[in-house]
């Protein structure tokens, strides 16, 4: 395994590294002839861009690229940042910058490290350094106690095909999806801390799933809750309905815990199995996930109809042949404003709270007829 740590320069990427004994440490400069030639498990820091008169100047290589297993981007705050510069030598080149300065120019990387792992269909991470756990979860990664998204799609997609024995196949998230709530809120689960802390800024990695599923995976009695829950469900039967109307295998696909969607797509009486995270906090169905999935059903030669409410999603649509954005009750303001300037996805005419900008359709199982 090979793991690439990117980030603004002061993000603090050598401190992490020094912390990590467990693999070999090097330059990316030293690494071009090894890296090909060598099964040891690698971990290097780099950049991505330099500011320029015209932008950013990108310096991320196809030999990176091809190179790494995993690449990472350690997202520490702008402030942070600017109190290391303000105590850097007067020599260095970024004092003059400020904090919007650096958001954009993080934005700028993740934005395109995001798409260019996706691209290459290899994992893509961001790492918060105010979690003091970024070691553990790293030597997860790396002894294969963590899978990554490519690994996790590999296994559900070969469950998938293993099952299937339609051409078409139906990929739905579960939580405001399949049901007009959150299902695994249900739970009545105790906060143990705050979840929009965790998935700041849309950051729907594996890191943030395995973050949080670590630690409620191992619930007393989580079991019994799970099971409660998906009796109590109440689903969205004008979708289900629309659903059992496609020639096709269906499958819930949740970033949720795998075996409360289990239970849940039992009872909708169309659903053949879920995929999900698992409570070990092994298999995390992150956004990438999700993606590489319905990318893997597609090249396997299957249709592919996937729906979901958000931007863990959203990737997942854009991989599938046919794209749905479900609003129940209210509709996603980060998914409004990255569909307004997409093309390709469309909507049931069922959506209470219609996204502006996307096609609606009378349904989907006439849609994809």
Not at 232 to 257: H, Q
Not at 276 to 301: C, H, I, P, V
Not at 348 to 368: F, M, Q, R, T, W
Request: net charge negative; proline share 4%; with cysteine.
């Amino acid at each position: 395994m090979k793991i690439a740590i990117y980030g603004l320069p002061c993000a603090g990427k050598d401190a992490l590294i020094s912390q990590l004994d467990f693999a070999t440490h090097a330059r990316l400069d030293d690494l071009r002839k090894q890296c090909a030639d060598s099964d040891n498990d690698i971990i290097a820091g780099g950049c991505y861009s330099f500011p320029s008169e015209n932008g950013y100047r990108k310096v991320f290589t196809e030999w990176e690229a091809d190179c790494f297993d995993v690449f990472a981007y350690l997202d520490t705050a702008p402030e942070i940042i600017l109190q290391r510069i303000s105590s850097a030598s007067r020599d260095c080149p970024y004092r003059g910058l400020t904090a919007e300065d650096l958001e954009q120019w993080r934005n700028f990387e993740v934005s395109n490290l995001r798409s260019e792992c996706l691209r290459m269909g290899k994992e893509f991470l961001i790492l918060d350094p105010k979690f003091d756990c970024l070691a553990e979860f790293l030597k997860g990664v790396f002894d294969g106690s963590i899978l990554t998204s490519p690994q996790i799609s590999r296994l559900a997609a070969d469950r998938i095909l293993s099952s299937a024995d339609k051409h078409t196949i139906v990929l739905s998230d579960g939580d405001k999806t399949l049901t007009d709530y959150d299902l695994t809120r249900s739970l009545d689960l105790p906060i143990l801390f705050d979840l929009r802390d965790v998935f700041y800024g849309d950051r729907y990695t594996t890191f943030q799933f395995w973050y949080v599923y670590r630690v409620y995976g191992k619930l007393p009695q989580l079991d019994e809750k799970m099971r409660e829950a998906a009796d109590a469900a109440v689903f969205n039967s004008p979708l289900i309905e629309d659903l059992s109307k496609i020639d096709a295998y269906r499958v819930v696909v949740t970033a949720g815990l795998e075996i409360l969607w289990s239970y849940a797509a039992e009872r909708t009486g169309i659903f053949g199995m879920a995929i999900g995270t698992d409570k070990e906090a092994t298999r995390n169905m992150s956004q990438f996930s999700k993606a590489l999935l319905a990318r893997y059903l597609r090249e396997a030669g299957h249709e592919v109809i996937a729906l979901g409410d958000n931007m863990v999603d959203y990737q997942m649509l854009k991989e599938a042949d046919h794209g749905y954005i479900v609003s129940h009750i209210k509709r996603n303001p980060v998914v409004q404003r990255t569909v307004i300037s997409d093309q390709g996805l469309k909507q049931p005419a069922s959506n209470e709270d219609p996204l502006d900008g996307v096609p609606v359709v009378k349904s989907i199982h006439e849609d994809v007829e």
